[in-house]
């Protein structure tokens, strides 16, 4: 292989190292930054391959997907000047990539979680010394979280970053007023549930009066209405007895006894006390037409 072979070999490589130095790839979980001899010069890159100057220009990425940190436990004093010793954790994500760059050092994770845990820290402080324990302790959590958030969020922005939620993980009372504490809240939970009971028993009274209320006018409604039933089969019964009286009266006299006989003889246990001599038997003994 001649000079001139290992020339163009050279050169194609050296091409091939220029052209990789040149380039570079941003994933959709990246953040970049170019800048030229230390200053920025863009930070504006969507996914993608892009170009750079070697030598002139480099590029740092950053992770732009939500972080988590966890803190240590730290005191804060409640309105009674109680401490309380809280472990939280926040979530976080860089929304200003040149701005984060600045404010952290160069980027530095562990600088900007220090920082946004101190401003966190101020944040959780100033809501809880306006609550008491029982407050604290007692109330539903998101409610003063959510305080902290739109507290510190304010404060983070100077970062480059976005808080996204603040959450704590546990609250340790000191052993002197954990007892009370608990004591109390559960007073207020008896109170409450005996409040829920009573309301309840009301509701319950109330319902049955109105349901026997209502039983009651439904009865009377069906009496009177069988009432009034009665009342017209009776008369349409006596019409009918009228009206066969008038056509045959010894006939329906005989069918009246019948009637009595049905009701009055054979049956266990009745003891009918009657003279035969009498007008009831007159059918049973006469046998004429």
């Not at 979980?29 to 220009?57: C, M, S, W």
């Not at 994770?109 to 324990?133: C, F, P």
């Not at 829920?196 to 209405?225: D, F, H, K, M």
């Amino acid at each position: 292989m001649g000079n001139r072979s290992y020339l163009a070999v050279f050169a194609l490589g050296a091409l091939v190292l220029l052209l990789s130095m040149a380039a570079f790839t941003v994933r959709e979980t990246d953040l970049a930054v170019k800048f030229r001899f230390g200053e920025i010069v863009r930070a504006d890159y969507q996914p993608g391959l892009h170009f750079l100057v070697p030598f002139i220009n480099n590029v740092r990425k950053f992770d732009r997907r939500i972080l988590t940190e966890d803190y240590p436990a730290e005191q804060f004093l409640t309105s009674e000047g109680k401490i309380l010793r809280i472990n939280f954790f926040v979530k976080w994500r860089i929304a200003d990539v040149s701005r984060y760059y600045i404010s952290t050092a160069g980027g530095t994770e562990e600088v900007a979680n220090r920082r946004l845990g101190e401003i966190v820290k101020d944040g959780i402080k100033g809501v809880i010394a306006r609550r008491t324990i029982q407050q604290v302790v007692a109330a539903d959590r998101s409610e003063f979280l959510g305080e902290v958030v739109k507290i510190a969020g304010s404060n983070v922005s100077e970062l480059g970053i976005i808080l996204i939620d603040v959450r704590v993980k546990s609250i340790d009372l000191p052993e002197e007023v954990s007892e009370s504490v608990f004591n109390r809240m559960r007073q207020d939970f008896a109170r409450q549930a005996a409040q829920l009971r009573a309301e309840g028993s009301a509701v319950s009274e109330q319902t049955r009066a109105e349901a026997e209320r209502q039983r009651t006018e439904i009865l009377a409604g069906a009496y009177r209405t069988a009432e009034i039933v009665r009342g017209e089969g009776d008369a349409a019964a006596a019409d009918i007895y009228a009206r066969a009286y008038g056509r045959n009266p010894e006939f329906y006299s005989f069918y009246r006894g019948l009637q009595a006989y049905r009701r009055s003889l054979g049956k266990q246990g009745d003891i009918l006390v009657i003279t035969p001599q009498g007008e009831f038997f007159k059918y049973l003994k006469d046998a004429g037409p």
